[in-house]
């Protein structure tokens, strides 16, 4: 490499500011199918509730490639339930600068008994709030601070 042209280069990029980085853009993950998670019927029965914190790699196809608990709901079975439902999710995946990359993300699963307060109308219930009186449990992926490219 020529050092004068380098130096010629680099003076022009900056005089020109065509260096300039641009910012990058990024996207979260957007859930594309409802979650199933199963309420472990045990627990239901016994009036049990806990909440499962997992966390799970997104892939470039929106399909879930690894799920490991984060934080641990204090039962076993909430956790199994937790982690079996995984594979069943879709996203739209994480992007960067529109191109779809893998990403970690935290995902609450909230294993809730108590039924949707009956004023507010389905349609209007924000899906993290949403409750059931059948056996399930609800979820809504956060962001996680790790982010994977290959």
Do not use: H
Not at 25 to 39: D, R
Not at 104 to 129: G, H, M, Q, Y
């Amino acid at each position: 490499m020529n050092p004068t042209r380098t130096l010629a280069a680099l003076a022009l990029c900056l005089g020109l500011g065509a260096c300039e980085r641009k910012p990058v853009v990024e996207t979260e993950p957007v859930a594309l199918t409802p979650p199933s998670f199963q309420y472990p019927e045990d627990l239901w029965d016994a009036g049990v509730e806990g909440k499962t914190v997992l966390r799970i790699l997104i892939t470039e196809q929106g399909s879930v490639d690894s799920a490991r608990v984060e934080t641990p709901s204090g039962y076993a079975a909430f956790d199994s339930a937790a982690l079996a439902g995984t594979s069943a999710l879709r996203f739209d995946p994480a992007k960067r600068d529109g191109t779809p990359v893998r990403k970690w993300v935290l995902l609450p699963v909230e294993f809730d008994i108590a039924p949707a307060d009956s004023a507010k109308p389905a349609a209007a219930a924000d899906e993290s709030t949403l409750k059931t009186t059948t056996p399930a449990a609800s979820a809504k992926p956060e962001a996680a601070q790790e982010t994977l490219t290959q």
